[in-house]
């Protein structure tokens, strides 16, 4: 067992805004491409070229369609499709620590990142069993355990520029709906971010505190309630062309 | 408590040094920082100083690690040893495969250059590869475009001067309502989220009008799930209810389109839809000031939108006139046109109600003076901050040219274009169809080609047709059949040739270009075209060139392949001269430049064709002496000018005082510039030029400074598009030049100078009753056409493509999860996996293009999922129209320009009991390359 600090100095994270995501998965290559060749083992991949091609990720991308329930405004609502990426949400509470039994994994004092420490990793994949969000992966050219860093390797790393520092995946994101930052600072972009669009914990129940949060998808397709309103702007000028044509006139007059 | 924390690097070595150039895993074309280690690729990002992606990068291009090192690279050149189709090759030297290739050339060139079909498929070398075919002398050159989205383009260039992508970009800044339109997402993808990304930061409204609801739509605050081929009804039934309730910009309207032009409204007149012009041939409006008619440029003129005049008992009546007795006919209502769109009336009319209240109410207005192409002064910059944005969705239908031309329609009349807040042109853009090139197709055997192969054709007098009216291009462009190909008809050029119609070609030169599979419509009967032989067991098509980088499937169709670099090993110039990567704010152009040197005996295509002409002693390419005029293709990109001090690149040129940006002498340290600046150049357009550039004096004369244009070219957007109307004229027996009967009444009907709707062509050919669903592909955001296949990680990412359907399709064919379904049209049949999809049109099915694979290409295992349960809908399109008993062969294209119409297709289905592999299946092909290894741990750094 593997004991988890009391508390952190920082808690790094990212906030993922789903109303902007577009499911795009640069995130997810950008990620394989900087950890493949940086942070531990390489990012492996077995069978690249055949039948069931399948590599170590920190970072997927799933997508979920979703049918919202019929209001008496909007009685036939649309299907709507949700791109949900996911990675280590980096836990305050993280079950993956405490269950790993030689201490491998841990989670940083100075600002709360879970990392693996993979010379001290015996593969026994006790801690992807313990996370509820899936979000370790064991390669299986190493044997070791791998997940997301937060570019622990990139947000401290004076070889980069300054503006580079943050992590691959918010470096990258065109849609820019990945945001990096510390979580225990009220002012901060992150906390302002969550604290005006309702920022969500993923799957709160399993108690375990994840840092990292997600802002939900605004509402859609909502234009009923807007069609009265908007009425008066499409009241008609003409309905035959000549008064149209005569409309012209007027308004022409007017300029 | 303390716990003792591992020691950790957190400044590791990133890399030895970073190179800068440009991006070629799609056709979007942004900035990218090669991070080298030991001299190998270690990692590559976007560009943060980039005009086009400013930093970001999408999968595919954070992926180009594994295209570059992927192990479908084809290693040297190769002749065919087996038959055609079988993949059998054996290994040459380039002097052997370039001697081989002049074999087959140099005769053709000497007695009939148009024997060779040179033809380029996603090739960013435009400008360079037609000049390489017109200097051989054969008018049959083409690239891409009119398999692609040659209707946008074209739509866009007669109306009002450019279109989408490329040619321009809503204003992502201040436009409040966006609305985007059947959109591919692997073309400007970068620009496009990220804008998206600020439209949401912004709180704008976005509008999603597709079938289909991923990617972009799935953000859009509202999506308009909107039935296939309507578009074009949808948008003319907005712009009905705007002009019904008065909201449209009449001052744009009046100032900068022709609108108030006067037209001959009298059918008797020989000038019947033709513009009043006086001597000059200037279009003539009537000037309010006076009431009489005046030159629409004049100084101070007003031009009235409902002006009319008689002259010499003719009467004459504005466009506007005519776009009121059109567009305010009830057949456009929303009552009617919302059921044929799958689209209710009340919501059509809720959206054309926001677009007027955010065009109206919303109104920007900058405080920026501006003097017009008439000599007046406007003290502010008024937009109206509505933008849209379309792309092949709209425009890869058999109507698609009229429907993209009424969507710019619909911006013009809202003053939504070149205004604060709405759509912009990027440099070179606009520029008007008048101002491009007119197609040239005059071969003369041992001579160039007499101009540019792809232009504008403005009356039937610029068809490409011999005297007795039968096409001079293989690919029947610039004919009756469609009149504004601008882009060729890459699509039909196997399939023409081979049916000897309207000839037989000798060599068929390709370039990346995958028509032995997804490229193709009616992909197996292309197979059999290159493989037919004729009564002697000669090949039908006799000599087939083609240059890749890839091991695709169309190799091994091929008999003589010249083998390409990857993109990070060779040069590349995105030239003004061609498509350009400008932003609204500025020209921009880049390079590419071999970060890696090759190690395979492979070359770059652009130096091949050099060192080939060279060979051929194309004019133009050697010097008088005969000997080589350039080295290689940088040579060229530096040295070649298209005109005195006009080159590829605009930056870093030699000027009279020094280095100047434009037009200049060549540099020889131009790459070097080039390169120090992180590969691409920008050049700033000042503030007071910013928009409404086709009017604007600051902008038109800082364009002539950079080399766009020579003198100022302002011009009115054709709403009325006149060029159409000759056609139309010739149709009902004006002229000497005259269209085949048969089709005399489609060339009426569809080359309307006003934008128009008609059903897809193929509708009246099909039984609706028995196909009531329409197929399409999307591409999805992480592939980029066949490409992406062979990259080990962007294949596990979309593997295979099931065919999505409806709730409706699903459940009426009682499908669960895992069956499979036939799917059939009127030309062909597939058997394949299906899924449910909510988020769908209810009729309509679709899936990813492009994934599937046939085995032995792209040096995958033959178990694939791409190979045993991918597919193509490509054997479901024709790539002629059912035959209707004439004798004639029509093509599946848009009946202007010649657009391949994949969107049109019509199935039925039926649950299918599921086979060993998705059907029809194809044998192997023996790989060049063999197959890739069994597992990848890429790190490159120690």
């Known amino acids: 067992m593997t004991q988890l600090p009391d508390s952190t100095q920082r808690k790094l994270g990212l906030v993922i805004d789903l109303d902007t995501c577009v499911g795009c998965h640069a995130c997810v290559v950008s990620c394989k491409g900087w950890n493949t060749e940086n942070y531990g083992a390489p990012l492996s991949d077995q069978d690249p070229y055949g039948a069931d091609p399948s590599g170590t990720f920190l970072n997927r991308v799933h997508s979920y369609e979703v049918q919202p329930l019929a209001t008496s405004a909007m009685p036939h609502p649309a299907a709507q499709l949700i791109h949900f990426p996911k990675s280590c949400l980096h836990c305050e509470d993280a079950p993956c620590v405490t269950v790993c039994p030689t201490g491998a994994s841990y989670k940083r004092v100075e600002d709360g990142i879970v990392l693996v420490n993979e010379s001290d990793c015996i593969g026994c994949g006790l801690c ?128 | 408590m303390s716990i003792p924390m591992p020691n ?61 090192n992927a ?122 989220k990220m804008g998206l990304g600020r439209l949401k930061e912004r709180g704008a409204k976005v509008i999603g009008v597709n079938p289909i609801r991923t990617g972009y739509n799935a953000v859009a605050d509202e999506w308009v799930g909107i039935t296939p081929g309507m578009d074009g009804l949808f948008i003319l039934s907005l712009v009905h209810e705007l002009m019904r309730a008065g909201k449209i910009d009449l001052e744009y309207l009046a100032r900068f389109t022709n609108a108030p032009v006067l037209l001959d409204s009298d059918p008797k007149s020989d000038d019947y839809g033709m513009f009043l012009r006086d001597d000059d041939g200037k279009m003539l409006v009537i000037d309010r000031r006076t009431g009489k008619p005046a030159p629409f440029d004049q100084k101070g003129v007003q031009p009235d939108l409902n002006g009319h005049i008689r002259m010499a008992g003719v009467t004459h009546v504005t ?82 040219f009229q429907t993209c031309r009424s969507l710019h329609m619909l911006q013009i009349i809202l003053g939504s274009v070149e205004t604060p807040g709405g759509f912009r042109f990027k440099p070179p853009y606009p520029k008007p169809s008048t101002a491009h090139p007119k197609p040239h197709f005059t071969a003369t055997p041992g001579k160039p080609l007499d101009g540019p192969h792809l232009g504008y054709p403005q009356g039937p007098e610029d068809l490409a047709l011999h005297e007795d009216g039968s096409p001079i291009r293989i690919d029947k462009a610039f004919t009756w059949e469609h009149p504004l190909s601008a882009h060729g008809l890459m699509h039909m050029v196997i399939s023409n040739a081979h049916a000897g119609d309207p000839y037989k070609v000798d060599t068929l030169f390709l370039y ?36 890749d980088a890839y091991s ?42 071999p970060v890696v040197e090759p190690d395979r005996d492979v070359r770059g295509f652009q130096s091949v064709l050099i060192d080939l002409a060279a060979r051929l002693g194309l004019p133009g390419f050697v010097n008088d002496d005969g000997s080589a005029k350039f080295e290689d293709y940088a040579d060229y990109i530096v040295n070649h000018q298209r005109k005195p001090g006009i080159g590829p690149l605009a930056g870093w040129r030699m000027g009279e005082n020094g280095l100047s ?120 955001m992480a592939m980029y056409h066949s490409w992406g296949t062979q990259n080990a990680w962007l294949r596990q990412i979309h593997g295979h493509n099931p065919l999505y359907l409806p709730t409706h399709w699903w459940e009426k064919l009682g499908l669960s999860d895992g069956d499979w379904v ?42 694939a999922p791409e190979a045993t349960k991918g597919f193509l809908l490509n054997h479901l399109i024709h790539e002629l129209l059912p035959p209707k008993g004439d004798g004639l062969r029509w093509a599946n294209s848009d009946p202007i320009t010649g657009q391949a119409a994949w969107f049109d297709l019509r199935v039925k289905m039926e649950k299918a009991e599921a086979p060993a592999e998705s059907q029809p299946g194809f044998a192997p092909i023996k790989s060049p390359v063999g197959t890739g290894p069994d597992q990848l741990r890429w790190k490159v750094g120690k």
């Open chain 1, 128 to 255: 992807a069993w313990a996370c509820p969000y899936g979000a370790r992966e064991l390669d299986q050219a190493e044997g070791v355990m791998k997940k997301c860093t937060l570019c622990v390797d990139r947000i401290y790393n004076e070889n980069l520029p300054e503006e580079d520092r943050e992590p691959a995946c918010v470096r990258t994101c065109p849609a820019g709906a990945r945001h990096f930052g510390d979580f225990s600072d009220p002012d901060s972009a992150v906390s302002q971010l969550v604290a005006e669009r309702g920022g969500m914990d993923l799957m709160p129940e399993q108690g375990t505190k994840p840092v990292n949060k997600y802002l939900p998808p605004r509402p859609k397709d909502g234009w009923q309630g807007e069609t009265d309103v908007l009425a008066p702007y499409l009241e008609p000028v003409a309905e035959e062309p000549q008064g149209f044509l005569g409309w012209l006139d007027k308004t022409l007059e007017k300029l």
């Open chain 2, 8 to 68: 950790l690097d957190t400044s590791p070595h990133v890399s030895d040094e970073v190179r800068k150039t440009t991006c070629y895993m799609c056709a979007c074309r942004c900035g990218i920082n090669v991070h080298m280690k030991d001299g190998k690729v270690a990692y590559i990002e976007g560009n943060r100083d980039h005009p086009v992606n400013k930093g970001v990068l999408c999968a595919k291009g954070s992926a180009g690690i594994m295209q570059h």
């Open chain 2, 71 to 192: 192990p479908s690279r084809l290693r040297a050149p190769m002749r065919r040893v087996g038959p055609r189709g079988s993949g059998q090759f054996e290994e040459i030297s380039w002097d052997e495969a370039l001697e081989q290739a002049v074999g087959w050339l140099k005769p053709i060139r000497e007695t009939a250059p148009e024997k060779l079909a040179f033809f380029t498929g996603r090739d960013q070398s435009q400008s360079f590869t037609g000049l390489w075919a017109q200097q051989f002398g054969t008018p049959n050159f083409a690239a891409h475009g009119g398999f692609c989205s040659v209707n946008m383009a074209t739509a866009g260039i007669y109306t009002m001067g450019g279109a989408f992508w490329e040619f321009g970009a809503p204003d992502w800044e201040r436009t409040k309502l966006f609305m985007i339109f059947g959109v591919a997402e692997d073309h400007d993808s970068n620009p496009i």
């Open chain 2, 319 to 400: 466009v506007m006139n005519q776009m009121a007795e059109r567009y305010l006919d009830a057949k456009y209502s929303p009552d009617v046109v919302g059921p044929q769109c799958g689209i209710s009336a009340e919501r059509i009319r809720r959206i054309a109600a926001e677009i007027a209240r955010v065009a109206f109410d919303e109104a920007i207005e900058l405080d920026h003076s501006w003097t017009d192409f008439r000599g007046d002064t406007h003290d502010k910059m008024v937009g109206r901050p509505v933008s849209f944005h379309a792309m092949r969705g709209i425009s890869a239908h058999s109507n698609g």
């Open chain 2, 512 to 547: 990346m270009a995958n028509m032995a599979w997804n490229s193709s419509m009616n992909t197996r009967s292309v197979m059999e075209m290159l493989t037919d032989t004729d009564e002697n067991g000669d090949y039908v098509i006799p000599n087939i060139i083609y240059s």
């Open chain 2, 552 to 593: 695709s499937e169309m190799v091994a169709y091929a008999d003589l392949i010249l083998p390409d670099t990857t993109y990070l090993e060779r040069h590349d110039c995105i030239s003004l001269l061609d498509r350009p990567i400008s932003e609204p704010e500025a020209a921009a152009d880049a390079i590419r430049w």
């Open chain 2, 661 to 780: 940006d434009g037009r200049g002498e060549p540099n020889e340290a131009q790459i070097d510039s080039y390169i120090a600046n992180g590969g691409f150049g920008v050049f700033h357009i000042p503030d007071d030029a910013q928009f409404y550039k086709p009017w604007n004096n600051a902008y038109q004369d800082w364009a002539v400074n950079l080399g766009l244009y020579d003198a100022p070219a302002p011009y009115l957007f054709d709403i009325y598009v006149e060029p159409l109307r000759k056609f139309q004229r010739a149709a009902e027996g004006h002229g000497d030049r005259q269209p085949p009967e048969h089709l005399r009444e489609r060339l009426k009907h569809t080359m309307d100078p006003l934008p128009l709707w008609y059903a897809p062509l193929s509708d009246e050919r099909e039984d609706l009753e028995e196909f009531p669903v329409h197929a399409l592909t999307q591409r999805p």
């Open chain 2, 822 to 863: 036939r799917v059939t049209s009127s030309h062909g049949e597939i058997t394949v996996p299906a899924a449910h999809m909510a988020a769908l049109n209810e009729n309509t099915v679709w899936t990813w293009n492009a994934i599937g694979k046939r085995k032995g290409a792209w040096a995958l295992e033959d178990g």
